[in-house]
């Protein structure tokens, strides 16, 4: 079955950095767009970055722009988030998921894997 294994988050301050991952199995990952969404406390899950098959093509939320940094590693079935300058508002849980292929970014396709809590606190 579809399996998605997030991982790389943590408390970081204000500024800082931190490299999440997701490691997937049980489907052809070279052949699934990929996205990483965030969910708050108290709003609801937003998409955060997507990536096209071969990482050509990307997709940014507007407040991550220049910050964060979304790529993937076909050969080892993985995508990462590289996320730079955290700000407080940054805090959430991470999840990675397939995109629908020839959709809409947030167009997704589910299970999600059980996610990554970051908090950017001081």
């Known amino acids: 079955q579809v399996q998605l294994v997030e991982s790389g988050g943590g408390l970081v301050q204000p500024g800082g950095s931190l490299r999440l991952s997701c490691t997937a199995s049980?489907?052809?990952?070279?052949?699934?767009?990929m996205g990483w969404y965030r969910q708050a406390p108290g709003k609801e899950r937003e998409l955060v970055a997507g990536?096209?098959?071969?990482?050509?093509?990307?997709k940014y939320t507007d407040s991550v722009k220049g910050r964060f940094t979304i790529s993937r590693d076909n050969a080892k079935n993985t995508v990462y988030l590289q996320m730079n300058s955290l700000k407080p508002e940054d805090t959430a849980v991470y999840y990675c998921?397939?995109?629908?292929?020839?959709?809409?970014?947030?167009?997704?396709?589910?299970?999600w894997g059980q996610g990554t809590l970051v908090t950017v606190s001081i």
């Open positions: 998921v397939r995109i629908k292929l020839g959709s809409r970014w947030d167009n997704y396709v589910e299970p």
């Open positions: 990536i096209s098959l071969y990482g050509s093509n990307t």
């Open positions: 049980g489907f052809s990952f070279s052949s699934s767009p």
